[in-house]
């Protein structure tokens, strides 16, 4: 059964930083591409960043320069590193296995499992 677990969301002022950590289990985690997707109030789920189990990474315009994605797989734990914050940053933020496949083609369907997700607040 594959579990995705995050954590390290929070307050933070804008320009500030926070890395976020999704846990994973039952899974072979280097196999496979994850993500981190975001949801804003009144607003659609979104694709934040990605990553393939070759490393290859891909990042939404808004925050690329502002956000690595990476993962340790020894600890089969996917991370996301933000700076510079600004508040449209904040939403709930979601780990997710992506489905088979290049990186860019599974980011276009859905995941096949997510985590329940991580407040991120950036006040101005």
């Known amino acids: 059964q594959v579990q995705l677990v995050e954590s390290g969301g929070g307050l933070v002022q804008a320009g500030g930083s926070l890395r976020l950590s999704c846990a994973a289990s039952?899974?072979?985690?280097?196999?496979?591409?994850m993500g981190w997707y975001r949801q804003a109030p009144g607003k659609e789920r979104e694709l934040v960043a990605a990553?393939?189990?070759?490393?290859?990474?891909y990042y939404v315009d808004s925050v690329k320069g502002r956000f690595t994605i990476s993962r340790d797989i020894p600890k089969t734990t996917l991370y996301l590193q933000m700076t510079s914050l600004k508040p449209e940053d904040t939403a709930v933020y979601y780990c997710?296995?992506?489905?088979?496949?290049?990186?860019?083609?599974?980011?276009?369907?859905?995941?096949?499992?997510w985590g329940q997700g991580t407040q991120v607040t950036v006040s101005s």
């Open positions: 997710a296995k992506l489905a088979r496949g290049p990186l860019l083609a599974a980011t276009r369907v859905p995941p096949d499992y």
């Open positions: 039952g899974l072979t985690f280097g196999s496979y591409g």
């Open positions: 990553i393939s189990s070759i490393d290859n990474s």
